[in-house]
Each structure stands twice: as C-alpha cells, then as structure tokens.
C-alpha cells in the first residue's frame, strides 16, 4: 500500500511528498516481492491537488527553480505512470487537480461513490499542465474538454462516465473491491504483467521527454501570469480574485 498521508492538508502534494511519491515508486518497481501497488490516501480525502503553500513559493521563485520543481511532479507522475507493477487506485475521498493526475496514471481507479472530483486550477489562474499528459492518455480530449477547464465539480458517476474511474462502490465495500483487483495478479506472470504494461504505454499516446518538458515550462510560464499572481493570493487572502463573478 502506497499512502498519501498528509490528511491534515487533505493529502495536497508538498515539495516533499513529490519526492517521496517519486522514491516509492521507485523502490517497488525494484521489488520483486511487490506483485501489485495500491495508492490510496489517509483520512477523508485522496488528494486535493498540489499544496498552495509550495504552489505559492514557486510565483516567487527564479524561473529556474518554477522550471525545476515543475519537473520533480511531471517525473514522479512519469514513474508511476511507468511502474512496472499494476497500480491500483484506491480512492478513498476527493480528489482535485493533481490528485486527478494521480489517479490518471493508475491501471485500475475504485472509488467511493460519495467523493468528488474536479480539475480546479483554473480558479487559482492556473492551468492543469503536467498532469495533462496522462490525463488526455486516461480521457481523451473530447472528455478533458468537458470538465478540464471550468473547474466544475463532479460526481463519481460522471467520473466513471469521462473514464477516470474504473467502479464507483459505498464506503464499506471499497476494500473488498480492491482485493478483487488484486487478486488475478497473485495468479499471473510478474514479467508477463509488467511486459503487457509496457506494451499498453507504448502503444498509446506519447507521453516523451519532449512532451514532459513542453507541459513543465506550461507550468513555469503560468506561474509568471497575473491571474495565478491574483488566483493564490485571493486564496490566501480568503477572497474572490477579481475575474470571479
């Protein structure tokens, strides 16, 4: 089980937790004992996206620090994404903007019914870059352009239907629906599984260095923007930044 665990902050991804998430997978891409990984997270929520503090500290930060820190999230999605072990998404609550990067890059999403989800970024003056790739991977573009930039809201059902999620099931049947996910593994070929994997990757759309580094500059050049200036300090203010009606 790979957990997020900074329930306190709703699981948001800190400077921090990327590099833990990048060093986790890893280690059990090397682990020959580990025949499948369950990413879920601890408390209410599964992850509410990237932490506003760290999101903050990088408006004001020298492009070549935006540029790299940036880069440590799209390489972690990367190694999860490239993890040569089934990933199971064990979504236990909510999950918003990376959090939905987060689950694009699992094999299989189960969620519980009562959570909700949505790309927010667009409400910070922000724009969904990094996660982007897997998330069009995961989607498709006619999907992503549904829900990618309105920051609306949306159910487990929709989910389901825009592709994000595998099953939708109540709180109290969601570990019993991830040990059935599990469970064809304990019978199949590690390198068999992890070659199918691979093939599956490579057959889908590209997610290369050159489309890794065009969406971490996205990410760097929005931050420079007067609206993600606006966006985060409204938020911190505990305000309406002044593009919202």
Known sequence: MLTLARPDKHNAMSGQMIAELAG?????ANDDKVRAVVLTGDGDSFCAGADLAWMRAQASAPREERIAEARKLALALRALNQLPKPLIGRINGQAFGGGLGLM????????VDTARFGFTEVRLGLI???????????????????????????????????????????????DSAIEAEVRPYRSASPQ?????????????????????????ALLADTWETTDAFEGIAAFFDHRRPHWQA
């Open 24 to 28: 986790a997978a890893e280690l059990l």
């Open 104 to 111: 694009s890059v699992c094999d299989v999403t189960v969620v």
């Open 128 to 174: 969904p870059a990094t996660i982007s790739p897997y998330v069009l991977a995961r989607m498709g573009e006619g999907y992503a352009r549904r829900v990618f930039m309105s920051a609306r809201v949306f159910d487990a059902n929709e989910a389901r239907e825009l592709g994000l999620v595998s099953r939708a099931v109540p709180p109290a049947d969601l």
């Open 192 to 216: 068999a599984v992890a070659a199918a994997k691979a093939l599956a990757r490579r057959l889908g759309p590209a997610i290369d260095d050159a489309i890794i580094c065009e969406t971490v």
